[in-house]
């Protein structure tokens, strides 16, 4: 351990060096050990490596940003306080993602903000930075965008809105429309579902109505209920809590209309609540619930509902 020690002291001594040449060698090299090794990853961070790496990310070198967020994000895998404490951090990771000298840098800044939201304690201070969110955003709307830096801000968006109070600044900073053409538009099962996992936590605030209605995204969700379009069970997992979170959370004619709309799915919704994860089936229940007590001012046929309620036996 003392000669990673020794080793981590020496490369970061490095990145003060008037040689570009040097400070290179030296990115190269920690992000090398900080990929492979585990356990030097907070060694170079008390070698006080994270100032010099935050200071990087505002260089027009592509290699030199490109190695320094990679080396962040390693080091976010075993320990993020570090990252956090630093000064000027959360800067510098938001100009990595506004200007990007390569998608691999933007790709590495997205999926190092999306491991420090992985700390609860860490949500409400990431989203507070809309520079971050709108770069996120931007970069999930942006059809030049690389589809792993897309992925990587679409986890990084759920990582924000898992915090309520960020969902309503998601929704003003765009989210909505983006997050939306991406289900419609993309045809990614991965992406499809990554986008629909944002989507089902944003859902739960009462700004998301307003939003959603001005994009169609509640028939977009009723859609992805539809058993003859062939959606992922992980899919049509989110869609339900969208809708569910979306009654729940949202003003009560917006709650009227969103369980008038599942009403047309109700065998899609039965299918989650059938085969569905835990969660899942618990969520689709609960939403079955909510149409069954409703069915007399939504209009919902009286016999459909007795008949999910038979099929689904006591769990209703």
């Not at 970061?12 to 990929?35: A, D, F, H, W, Y």
């Not at 030049?144 to 809105?161: E, M, N, W, Y």
Request: with cysteine.
């Amino acid at each position: 351990m003392e000669v990673k020690r020794r080793t981590a002291k020496a490369l970061v001594g490095k990145l003060s060096s008037v040689s570009e040449q040097t400070r290179t060698e030296s990115l190269c090299e920690l992000r090398l050990i900080s990929k492979n090794d585990p356990e030097s990853r907070s060694l170079i961070a008390e070698a006080g490596a994270i100032p010099y790496l935050s200071e990087i990310l505002y260089s027009p070198s592509a290699i030199a940003q490109e190695n320094a967020t990679a080396t962040l994000l390693n080091i976010s895998i075993s320990t993020r306080e570090p990252l956090m404490s630093t000064r000027g951090l959360l800067d510098a990771l938001s100009h990595a993602l506004r200007n990007p000298e390569s998608a691999s840098t933007a790709q590495s800044a997205a999926a190092t903000v999306f491991s420090l939201l992985t700390v609860d304690s860490y949500r409400p201070i990431i989203g507070s930075k809309r520079d971050i969110l709108y770069a996120l955003i931007d970069m999930i709307r942006n059809s030049g965008s690389h589809p792993r830096s897309i992925k990587d801000a679409l986890k990084a968006l759920f990582g924000v809105s898992l915090y309520p109070l960020n969902r309503a600044t998601v929704i003003e900073l765009g989210a909505v429309p983006a997050l939306f053409s991406l289900v419609v538009k993309d045809g990614r099962v991965g992406v499809v579902e990554d986008a629909s996992a944002v989507i089902a936590q944003i859902a739960g605030c009462e700004e998301a109505g307003d939003a959603f209605r001005k994009v169609s995204g509640i028939g977009v969700l009723v859609d992805l209920l539809d058993l003859s379009t062939g959606s992922s069970g992980r899919t049509k997992e989110n869609a339900v809590s969208a809708l569910l979170n979306m009654v729940q959370c949202g003003k009560k004619d917006v709650g009227e209309y969103v369980k008038e709309m599942a009403s047309i799915v109700c065998n899609g919704i039965l299918d989650v609540a059938e085969n569905g994860s835990v969660k899942g089936k618990m969520k689709a229940n609960q939403l079955l619930k909510l149409i069954d007590s409703s069915s007399g001012s939504s209009g919902f046929h009286e016999m459909q509902v007795a008949n999910i309620a038979n099929r689904i036996g006591n769990t209703f």
